[in-house]
């Protein structure tokens, strides 16, 4: 059978997708952003995960106001990368995996999680940047990728606990898909960031780290964190931690962390990074 064996959690700035397309990863800016991922990708070169799972959302490139997916799954059996305003990023085509995919949305629907399925999507930084930071710059990403897509940009988006039964569902489903995979989920976006308006740079380093700790540790409570308070406390983007939940769901039980990084500015972003362990099958 298909097993859930470990998630990744992985802000995704775009500057940081710039940097490793324009070869930039060893400037004094970047360095020590990019040295905190090299375990990640030297333990994900070693699991050799046969599909990544990659929670993101779209920044109104695929989707736009006039129509807004709480959740959308990719069932595509490939992706291009979008033109976000400076050409496609170049980075290899996304390919999907529409077996699982079609699996996850048919057992994830009747588990009265109502997904949108998506047949044919472009990518944008939120999905790309963080294969980059994992993957490198190969000439083919190692796995395919089912994307889901979360609306975090038009209010209402999910709520945390919403994102993290979402994740339990996901779980049950590859756990019925009657094949073996091994399979990685990636939960996209985040830490504390404001873009926009009077409070723009806002970062706030206190609440980021007690993020991390309650995702590994005491995930029910990171759920329980009202919309208002990650507004408050991590800025208008700071939503996007959201999205950590499905990927926290998305390993059931209790988890090891195996690596942890945290490193401020990327951009006017506070990076975060994990690497979790399922301790249970
Ligand atoms: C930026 C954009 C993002 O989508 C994000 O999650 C963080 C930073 C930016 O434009 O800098
Ligand atoms: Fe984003």
């Not at 790309?128 to 930071?133: K, N, R």
């Not at 939503?239 to 942890?260: K, N, T």
Request: glycine share 8%; aromatic share 8%.
């Amino acid at each position: 059978m298909a097993k859930i064996v470990a998630g990744v959690a992985t802000s995704h700035v775009p500057a940081i997708g710039v940097a490793i397309d324009q070869g930039k990863t060893d400037d004094p800016y970047w360095k020590p952003l990019f040295a905190g991922f090299e375990p990640s990708r030297q333990w994900i070169a070693d699991l050799k995960p046969d599909v990544a799972i990659v929670v993101y959302n779209d920044h109104a490139t695929a989707f736009s106001m006039e129509v807004i997916p709480t959740f959308a799954l990719g069932c595509a059996a490939d992706y291009a990368p979008a033109d976000e305003g400076w050409g496609a990023r170049p980075v290899p085509v996304v390919k999907g995996h529409p077996e699982l995919a079609w699996h996850i949305a048919q057992s994830v629907i009747l588990d009265e999680f109502d997904l949108t399925i998506v047949n044919k999507m472009e990518v944008d930084h939120g999905l790309t940047v963080p294969l980059s930071l994992m993957f490198g710059q190969p000439d083919a990403w190692p796995c395919p990728v089912i994307p889901l897509a979360v609306n975090v940009v038009q209010y209402p988006p999910p709520t945390g606990n919403r994102c993290l039964n979402l994740g339990r569902a996901i779980r049950r489903a590859v756990q019925s898909f009657p094949r073996d995979l091994k399979v990685v989920v990636f939960g996209t976006g985040g830490m504390s960031h404001q873009l926009q308006a009077q409070r723009a740079g806002l970062i706030n380093p206190e609440f980021d780290n007690r993020f991390l700790d309650l995702l590994v540790s005491d995930p029910e409570a990171a759920a329980a964190i009202p919309h208002v308070e990650y507004l408050r406390e991590a800025g208008s983007e700071g939503i996007e931690l959201v999205m950590w939940l499905v990927m926290r769901g998305a390993l059931g039980g209790p988890v090891r962390q195996r690596h942890r990084h945290y490193h401020v500015p990327a951009s006017n972003t506070a990076v975060g990074h994990l690497v979790l362990e399922c301790e249970r099958e």
